[in-house]
């Protein structure tokens, strides 16, 4: 009997035991493919894979910057407080280990 798990790895692509792809992988493929071809009526393919591909990748890369931005300017953790406070703790631990 063999333990194979219901998913296998089959020349790179998960597939179930009927060596189909999972329905939520080709439903994200979907709106990529249906871009491609829209824009493959005035444009030649060639030009449009590459639109498709860098043109979300651009639009995500904008809040991504921003929220690095965000990062960065907030303040950082203090480390006097948490010092003090790991302090306090050994204080306490040492003192209830003397009762």
């Known amino acids: 009997m063999s333990s194979a798990p ?7 692509h998960r597939t179930d035991r009927f060596g189909q ?4 992988e080709l439903l994200q493929r ?9 824009l493959a009526v005035p ?8 639109i498709v ?5 651009v639009i995500a ?8 931005e965000q990062v960065h300017r ?7 407080r948490t010092v003090e406070n790991v302090k306090a703790d050994v204080a306490e631990t040492k003192e209830s280990a003397h009762r």
């Not at 219901?6 to 790179?12: E, I, R, S, Y």
């Not at 979907?30 to 829209?38: D, K, S």
């Not at 030649?44 to 894979?49: F, K």
Request: aromatic share 0%; net charge positive.
């Open 6 to 12: 219901p998913h296998h790895a089959v020349a790179g």
């Open 21 to 24: 792809e999972p329905v939520s």
């Open 30 to 38: 979907a709106p990529v493919v249906t871009a491609i071809a829209a």
């Open 43 to 50: 444009l030649p393919v060639r030009a449009t894979a590459p």
């Open 53 to 57: 591909t860098v043109v979300p990748g």
């Open 61 to 68: 890369a904008v809040p991504a910057m921003r929220g690095k």
């Open 74 to 80: 907030a303040a950082p953790p203090a480390p006097g």
